[in-house]
Protein backbone atom coordinates (compact mmCIF):
# COMPACT_ATOMS: atom_id res chain seq x y z
CA UNK A 1 0.00 0.00 0.00
CA UNK A 2 2.64 2.16 0.62
CA UNK A 3 4.85 1.05 -2.13
CA UNK A 4 3.82 3.83 -4.18
CA UNK A 5 3.52 1.28 -7.54
CA UNK A 6 2.37 2.58 -10.60
CA UNK A 7 -0.96 1.12 -12.47
CA UNK A 8 1.83 -0.78 -14.15
CA UNK A 9 3.54 -2.42 -11.50
CA UNK A 10 0.50 -2.82 -9.69
CA UNK A 11 -0.95 -5.54 -12.69
CA UNK A 12 2.72 -7.27 -12.37
CA UNK A 13 2.06 -8.84 -8.89
CA UNK A 14 -1.82 -8.48 -9.06
CA UNK A 15 -1.72 -12.51 -9.79
CA UNK A 16 0.39 -12.97 -6.93
CA UNK A 17 -2.83 -11.62 -4.05
CA UNK A 18 -1.08 -10.11 -2.11
CA UNK A 19 -3.18 -8.79 1.60
CA UNK A 20 -1.61 -5.38 1.04
CA UNK A 21 -3.19 -4.65 -2.23
CA UNK A 22 -6.58 -5.41 -0.86
CA UNK A 23 -9.08 -2.59 -0.11
CA UNK A 24 -8.55 -1.19 3.28
CA UNK A 25 -11.23 0.52 6.15
CA UNK A 26 -10.38 1.74 9.31
CA UNK A 27 -12.94 1.22 11.87
CA UNK A 28 -12.38 2.61 15.09
CA UNK A 29 -14.15 2.13 18.11
CA UNK A 30 -14.64 5.37 20.30
CA UNK A 31 -15.88 6.27 23.12
CA UNK A 32 -19.19 7.81 23.53
CA UNK A 33 -18.05 11.54 23.29
CA UNK A 34 -15.59 10.56 21.21
CA UNK A 35 -16.82 11.31 17.58
CA UNK A 36 -15.36 14.87 17.84
CA UNK A 37 -12.36 16.67 19.28
CA UNK A 38 -10.76 13.15 19.30
CA UNK A 39 -7.22 13.10 19.20
CA UNK A 40 -6.69 9.68 18.80
CA UNK A 41 -9.01 9.50 16.23
CA UNK A 42 -7.75 12.09 14.06
CA UNK A 43 -4.26 9.86 13.93
CA UNK A 44 -6.28 7.24 12.94
CA UNK A 45 -7.80 9.68 10.35
CA UNK A 46 -4.07 10.81 9.41
CA UNK A 47 -3.21 7.02 8.52
CA UNK A 48 -5.97 6.05 6.33
CA UNK A 49 -5.85 9.49 4.32
CA UNK A 50 -1.80 8.51 4.16
CA UNK A 51 -3.42 5.01 2.48
CA UNK A 52 -6.35 6.70 0.92
CA UNK A 53 -8.73 4.55 3.02
CA UNK A 54 -11.58 5.46 4.88
CA UNK A 55 -12.51 5.93 8.60
CA UNK A 56 -15.72 5.03 10.38
CA UNK A 57 -15.62 5.71 13.55
CA UNK A 58 -18.45 3.70 15.91
CA UNK A 59 -18.74 3.32 19.75
CA UNK A 60 -19.15 -0.65 20.67
CA UNK A 61 -20.60 0.39 24.09
CA UNK A 62 -23.44 2.51 21.99
CA UNK A 63 -23.78 -0.69 19.47
CA UNK A 64 -24.48 -2.72 22.64
CA UNK A 65 -26.91 -0.81 23.62
CA UNK A 66 -28.62 -0.11 20.56
CA UNK A 67 -28.59 -4.01 19.75
CA UNK A 68 -31.39 -4.47 23.24
CA UNK A 69 -33.57 -1.70 21.90
CA UNK A 70 -37.02 -1.76 19.86
CA UNK A 71 -37.25 0.43 16.49
CA UNK A 72 -38.96 3.26 18.20
CA UNK A 73 -36.63 3.23 21.26
CA UNK A 74 -33.66 3.01 19.20
CA UNK A 75 -34.67 5.97 17.05
CA UNK A 76 -35.02 8.31 20.00
CA UNK A 77 -31.63 7.14 21.06
CA UNK A 78 -29.68 7.69 18.31
CA UNK A 79 -31.30 10.90 18.21
CA UNK A 80 -30.65 11.51 21.55
CA UNK A 81 -27.60 11.07 20.94
CA UNK A 82 -27.52 12.97 17.63
CA UNK A 83 -27.01 9.91 15.22
CA UNK A 84 -28.44 9.49 12.27
CA UNK A 85 -28.19 5.74 12.07
CA UNK A 86 -26.21 3.10 14.10
CA UNK A 87 -22.46 2.15 13.29
CA UNK A 88 -23.14 -0.69 11.84
CA UNK A 89 -25.00 0.99 8.75
CA UNK A 90 -22.80 2.99 8.17
CA UNK A 91 -20.00 0.37 8.41
CA UNK A 92 -21.76 -1.84 5.96
CA UNK A 93 -22.14 0.96 3.58
CA UNK A 94 -18.43 2.13 3.90
CA UNK A 95 -17.76 -2.14 3.49
CA UNK A 96 -20.52 -1.67 -0.31
CA UNK A 97 -18.32 1.74 -1.51
CA UNK A 98 -15.21 0.07 -1.00
CA UNK A 99 -15.93 -2.73 -2.86
CA UNK A 100 -17.83 -1.34 -5.27
CA UNK A 101 -20.68 -3.03 -4.72
CA UNK A 102 -24.59 -2.02 -4.65
CA UNK A 103 -27.62 -3.84 -4.09
CA UNK A 104 -30.97 -4.34 -5.73
CA UNK A 105 -34.20 -5.77 -4.75
CA UNK A 106 -36.84 -8.84 -6.42
CA UNK A 107 -40.27 -8.61 -4.91
CA UNK A 108 -42.50 -11.37 -5.24
CA UNK A 109 -45.82 -12.64 -3.79
CA UNK A 110 -43.74 -15.22 -1.46
CA UNK A 111 -40.57 -13.07 -1.05
CA UNK A 112 -38.91 -10.13 -1.35
CA UNK A 113 -34.84 -10.30 -1.37
CA UNK A 114 -31.78 -8.23 -1.92
CA UNK A 115 -29.37 -8.99 -4.07
CA UNK A 116 -25.46 -7.63 -4.53
CA UNK A 117 -24.00 -6.84 -7.53
CA UNK A 118 -20.80 -4.52 -8.73
CA UNK A 119 -22.17 -1.07 -9.34
CA UNK A 120 -22.38 -0.23 -12.58
CA UNK A 121 -23.65 -3.56 -13.86
CA UNK A 122 -26.19 -4.03 -16.65
CA UNK A 123 -29.95 -5.55 -16.01
CA UNK A 124 -28.55 -8.74 -17.74
CA UNK A 125 -25.82 -9.04 -15.37
CA UNK A 126 -28.38 -8.65 -12.31
CA UNK A 127 -30.59 -11.58 -13.34
CA UNK A 128 -27.39 -13.60 -13.54
CA UNK A 129 -26.60 -13.04 -9.84
CA UNK A 130 -29.58 -15.09 -9.62
CA UNK A 131 -29.53 -17.18 -12.66
CA UNK A 132 -27.31 -17.87 -15.32
CA UNK A 133 -30.15 -18.96 -17.48
CA UNK A 134 -31.78 -15.37 -17.00
CA UNK A 135 -28.92 -13.73 -18.05
CA UNK A 136 -28.25 -15.80 -20.93
CA UNK A 137 -32.28 -15.50 -22.16
CA UNK A 138 -32.69 -11.85 -20.96
CA UNK A 139 -35.17 -10.23 -22.56
CA UNK A 140 -36.25 -6.89 -20.26
CA UNK A 141 -36.54 -5.97 -17.22
CA UNK A 142 -39.36 -4.24 -14.66
CA UNK A 143 -37.75 -1.90 -12.83
CA UNK A 144 -39.03 0.44 -10.51
CA UNK A 145 -37.09 2.78 -8.15
CA UNK A 146 -36.88 2.03 -4.11
CA UNK A 147 -38.55 4.84 -3.48
CA UNK A 148 -41.25 4.43 -5.78
CA UNK A 149 -42.13 0.83 -4.50
CA UNK A 150 -42.20 2.27 -0.80
CA UNK A 151 -43.98 5.44 -1.29
CA UNK A 152 -46.40 3.98 -4.19
CA UNK A 153 -47.39 0.40 -1.62
CA UNK A 154 -45.58 -1.82 -4.28
CA UNK A 155 -45.70 -3.17 -7.92
CA UNK A 156 -49.32 -2.42 -8.12
CA UNK A 157 -49.51 0.66 -7.08
CA UNK A 158 -46.23 2.06 -8.99
CA UNK A 159 -47.81 0.14 -12.21
CA UNK A 160 -50.70 2.48 -11.73
CA UNK A 161 -49.07 5.63 -10.96
CA UNK A 162 -47.22 4.80 -14.16
CA UNK A 163 -43.34 4.71 -12.33
CA UNK A 164 -42.75 1.30 -13.65
CA UNK A 165 -40.03 0.91 -16.54
CA UNK A 166 -39.46 -1.51 -19.04
CA UNK A 167 -35.55 -1.28 -19.16
CA UNK A 168 -33.83 -3.03 -22.08
CA UNK A 169 -30.05 -4.78 -21.90
CA UNK A 170 -28.13 -1.36 -21.61
CA UNK A 171 -29.55 -0.15 -18.36
CA UNK A 172 -27.23 0.06 -15.63
CA UNK A 173 -28.79 -0.80 -12.41
CA UNK A 174 -29.30 1.36 -9.85
CA UNK A 175 -29.03 1.20 -6.02
CA UNK A 176 -31.98 -0.09 -4.55
CA UNK A 177 -33.96 -0.79 -8.11
CA UNK A 178 -36.60 -3.44 -7.35
CA UNK A 179 -36.39 -5.33 -10.68
CA UNK A 180 -38.50 -8.49 -12.01
CA UNK A 181 -36.62 -10.18 -15.53
CA UNK A 182 -38.28 -11.24 -18.74
CA UNK A 183 -36.44 -14.25 -19.91
CA UNK A 184 -36.39 -17.30 -22.59
CA UNK A 185 -34.38 -19.85 -22.43
Given at each position: ???????????????????????????????????????????????????????VPVCAAIEEELAQL????????????????PGLNRVIRAGYKLL??????????????????????????????????????????????????????????????????????????????????????
Amino acid sequence: RAAGLDADEKALIRDMFLITLKPLMYIANVAEDGFENNPLLDVVRARAAAEGAEVVPVCAAIEEELAQLDDADRDEFLKDLGLEEPGLNRVIRAGYKLLGLQTYFTAGVKEVRAWQLRAGSTAPQAAGVIHTDFERGFIRAETISYEDFINLKGEQGAKEAGRLRLEGKDYIVKEGDVLHFRFNV
